[in-house]
């Protein structure tokens, strides 16, 4: 059986979102502190950085930073949270149909009249427009902690590829060029059959962002101006 082969990870310009110089994809998780800036990486642990809130450290609300947070902004995220959660529960579907139950059954006393259909949809169309935002939001915040999940991934893992930490805030253009990349490593997995390749988007002729074509294009007037 073949050895699995991994492709030269020759890169074209700067990297957007790499790892620092001097920094070793293998290097050791456990660095904090001074060690862990002098490789390019936040640090994730230290009784200072979980004190005053620093860029690396966990949330909490004993941080200097908590206390600047909006709490008209922190009781909304919570009621919306709590408006969400429970709209999906067995309680709220049974309450609902009750309630449509109980509509329908007074159809009859009030001989189906426009004031009895104009009741139901009132409160349907206030209900439906508030539930809006309110999962809206929701679904904004789940959005945002999936994708830092997926950076920490990505950040943390030695064989992937920084690159790809805050892909989310390119436009749809770039995103298809990227996707066409793992169109054709898909393409070429059918046709090696049983060999494994390891591959990367930092492999030599992958898609560039923006922020590195822009980069590139300026460092190539300059050599131009420079000759």
């Not at 990227?178 to 046709?191: E, G, H, I, N």
């Not at 294009?217 to 101006?225: G, L, Q, R, V, Y």
Request: no cysteine; proline share 4%; hydrophobic share 40%.
């Amino acid at each position: 059986m073949s050895k699995p082969k991994r492709a030269s990870a020759t890169r074209s310009g700067p990297v957007s979102g790499a790892r620092a110089p001097g920094q070793d994809r293998g290097a050791s998780p456990k660095k904090t502190g001074a060690a862990a800036r002098r490789a390019g990486r936040p640090s994730t642990g230290g009784k200072g950085a979980a004190a005053t809130g620093a860029l690396g450290s966990m949330p909490t609300t004993s941080s200097a930073a908590y206390a600047t947070h909006s709490a008209l902004l922190t009781a909304f995220d919570r009621f919306a949270s709590s408006v969400t959660r429970w709209a999906g529960s067995p309680v709220a579907f049974s309450a609902a149909f009750v309630i449509v139950l109980a509509w329908a059954a007074l159809g009859p006393v009030f001989h189906y009249s426009e004031d009895w259909q104009l009741v139901i949809n009132t409160g349907t169309t206030i209900v439906t427009f508030l539930m809006v935002f309110l999962i809206q939001q929701s679904q904004n915040k789940d959005s945002v902690a999936m994708h830092l999940k997926l950076n920490e991934l990505l950040a943390s893992d030695r064989n992937a590829s920084n690159r790809l930490v805050g892909i989310e805030d390119l436009d749809e253009q770039d995103l298809r060029d990227v996707a066409m990349f793992y169109a054709r490593l898909a393409a070429r997995a059918k046709k090696s059959g049983s060999t494994k390749e390891i591959h990367s988007i930092d492999d030599e002729g992958m898609p560039q962002f923006p922020d590195e074509k822009d980069e590139n294009d300026a460092t190539a007037e300059k050599n131009e101006s420079a000759g």
